[in-house]
């Protein structure tokens, strides 16, 4: 049983980083502008009658960087400072920085607490480096959330953005937020507490049960 425990729990620590980068993890609505005057234009050939451009979509961060890749955007330069910053983007950096800080720390986390779980039998630490896990993931969408305001309230437009002001007749954004992976990382780490917790309940009352017998 000590082996059963030791495995679940550190799949489930473990479990979070496959889950971070290939699950979507950032849910978007925006406004195709104009959408719904020329489909009316045209008849409704476009969609449906009435359809005002909505769209919602959901990405992966493994989406986003082969959609930042096929774009040409040069990682190495942006990790390295060699790339000008946007100065439009100067009120968003902090909390950019801030997400993502909490989002390697949750990884971290996450690969730490799978490798105690499996090495050892320290059900404390597991429990206290989970419960670290969530409070990362609380502080990422926290930061995510004031990161993206501009961009939602309309402070920064996607023209401004991507430095082409052609863009924000096109593209309106209403929603960016924090989806499906941030939600699955969550309840992992709440996984291996919950799991952990229900363990040492049941083996304390086997104990007991073998204590009572030998009596």
Known sequence: MKITDRIISALMSLAVIPVAIFTPII????????????????????????????????LSLYNIYTMLQSFGVDFEKWFSGDTEMNPALEPMIPYIIATGIFF???????????????????????????????????????????????LTTGQITPGSLFNIPAISFIIKIHTINLSTAWVFMLLLFA???????????????????????KK
């Open 27 to 58: 849910h978007w609505i925006y406004q195709i502008m104009g959408y719904e005057y020329i489909n009316g234009l045209l008849n409704g050939q476009l969609g449906d009658a009435g359809d005002t451009g909505m769209t919602e979509d959901n």
């Open 104 to 150: 390697v720390a949750a990884l971290i986390i996450a690969f730490v607490t799978g490798i105690i779980c499996a090495a050892t039998n320290a059900k404390k630490t597991r429990m206290i480096l989970s419960g670290f896990g969530i409070a990362t993931l609380i502080g990422m969408i926290i930061s995510f959330n004031k990161a993206v305001l501009p």
């Open 191 to 213: 996984g291996v507490i919950l799991w952990t917790l229900s363990y040492i309940l049941t083996s304390d009352k086997e104990e007991k049960t073998k204590k009572q017998g």
